[in-house]
């Protein structure tokens, strides 16, 4: 019944690599988001969509992009992950009037 | 000063004592707050909701000091399944862009 579903769970990448982190949902929640959360410390928002519409936060590094081909799906994209990127990144998502976020079981990322 | 901030703790609770702990905002304009609990490596999970002074949901009240910015939260009658870090949530934005603390860790012995 999970409703905001990330794959995979666990992810290991070489530096320098490539990678997709992948999130859907089946609550027609309008806004999804993308969190990195580093051990012992605040979830961090990379960026959101509110519909269709983008919104990077200042801070989110260029090399962190994403995409939403569809209401259901979001991606994030790690274009040359460094060492420091190795986090949990959480996928959220809310409807229009916020009553909280749903989140999924997040993804660990690991860079070897 | 940041946004949010939490005593990280931990706090080390004996079974069926009761628990207190605060969290503190720098925005004013904050209107509604969160309390998310974390378990070690999983998601954050929605615990409480806070639309006015407060609100309470069994074992767990929730209090709201706007004059002092801040909100607490407390745990009755811990149970071992109440170990867990607590996240603290205002909502700063209108449609609902959500700015964690970084948590207090709470854990329940026997």
């Known amino acids: 019944d999970a409703m905001v579903i990330q794959n995979p769970r666990y992810q290991v990448t070489q530096f320098g690599k490539p990678v997709t982190l992948s999130c859907s949902q089946t609550l027609n929640h309008n806004v999804m988001y993308w969190y990195q959360q580093k051990s012992s410390q605040a979830p961090k928002l990379l960026f959101h969509?509110?519909?269709?519409?983008?919104?990077n936060e200042a801070d989110t590094p260029d090399n962190f992009q994403s995409r939403r081909p569809n209401t259901s799906f979001c991606f994030l994209d790690i274009r040359s992950p460094g060492l420091g990127d190795a986090a949990m990144y959480l996928c959220?998502?809310?409807?229009?009037?916020?009553?909280?976020?749903?989140f999924g079981s997040g993804t660990r990322l690991t860079v070897v | 000063r940041k946004e949010v901030e939490q005593d990280p703790g931990p706090f080390n609770v004996p079974e069926g004592a009761t628990v207190a702990f605060n969290c503190t905002y720098s925005n004013s304009a904050s209107q509604s707050f969160f309390w998310y609990r974390q378990d070690c490596r999983k998601e954050p999970k929605l615990l409480m909701s806070?639309?006015?002074s407060g609100n309470e949901d069994g074992r767990f009240t929730a209090q709201l000091n706007r004059a002092s910015q801040y909100i607490s939260l407390l745990i009755r009658d811990s149970k071992l399944s109440d170990s867990a870090t607590y996240l603290c949530v205002p909502l700063t934005d209108s449609w609902g862009k959500l700015q964690f603390g970084a948590g207090t860790q709470v854990v329940v012995t026997p």
């Open positions: 959220a998502t809310s409807r229009e009037t916020l009553s909280g976020y749903t």
């Open positions: 969509y509110y519909d269709k519409d983008f919104n």
């Open positions: 806070v639309y006015s």
